[in-house]
């Protein structure tokens, strides 16, 4: 069984989620990351694409000491399994990711990947080999509900989140939306994929719910599945 996949953003009033430099911007405050410090802490996974881990260097940890402690009153690792989607293994081997903290960690590569770094790879984490010249999400999420993965949360970026969107592999999406206008047509979006041409094919969303928190507001999706 796939597991459950919610995605969370933090984006600018219009749409983008940092700067065309891929330069991290702070868009939301402190109640807004205590929110996704929660949410991280309910997933049995979080997951990220290789395009962020170069451009920020995230541990993808749980921060606060009592989800920590929750994780580890509930039987199970303080942080959640670390997932990196990486189709041609180009992850740092210092990444903090790799390094930061006790935990699990798995990076997912294509068939593509040069198999020196593969090897390499798997003296730091858990290897999954899925697709050909990029990583098949579909055959991916497949390896994940088999280790027993039930609930990812995806923090970006925009290529991965689209895939994912693409392949109706998404379930839920959460989005803080900043008070902010940051520009720029290269500046990265939700889904920055290669989009949908037929009205017929967009995802559908219901919205759960909408509130203000702080100076911006969070809107709570549910994916509605094609038949």
């Known amino acids: 069984m796939r597991p459950h996949v919610i995605v969370n953003v933090a984006m600018s009033a219009d749409g983008k989620l940092s700067t065309r430099e891929r330069r991290q911007v702070k868009i939301s405050g402190v109640q807004d990351f205590n929110r996704v410090d929660r949410l991280k802490a309910g997933s049995d996974a979080v997951m990220v694409g290789i395009g962020t881990v170069l451009a920020d260097d995230p541990s993808l940890t749980v921060k606060a000491e009592e989800c920590r402690l929750n994780r580890l009153n509930r039987g ?10 990486d189709s041609n293994a180009r992850i740092p081997p210092d990444a903090k990711v790799l390094h930061k903290e006790p935990g699990k960690r798995i990076i997912v590569v294509s068939k593509k990947a040069d ?6 790879m798997k003296s730091l984490a858990t290897v999954i080999i899925a697709g050909e010249d990029r990583v098949d999400l579909v055959q991916m999420m497949d390896e994940l509900g088999k280790m027993g993965i039930q609930r990812v949360m995806v923090e970006g970026g925009g290529t991965l989140i689209d895939g994912l969107v693409a ?4 379930d839920e999406i959460y989005t803080f939306i900043g008070n902010m206008v ?9 889904a920055d994929g290669e989009g949908f041409i037929r009205e017929a094919e967009f995802c559908k969303l219901t919205l759960l ?10 809107l709570h999706w549910n994916v509605d ?3």
């Open 209 to 218: 719910e909408a509130h203000k928190i702080e100076q911006g507001m969070l």
């Open 115 to 120: 198999c020196a770094k593969v090897a390499e």
């Open 182 to 190: 940051i520009g720029g047509k290269d500046a990265p979006t939700l």
């Open 225 to 227: 599945h094609k038949p």
């Open 167 to 170: 392949a109706d592999l998404v």
């Open 76 to 85: 199970v690792d303080m942080h959640p399994v670390r997932i990196i989607v």
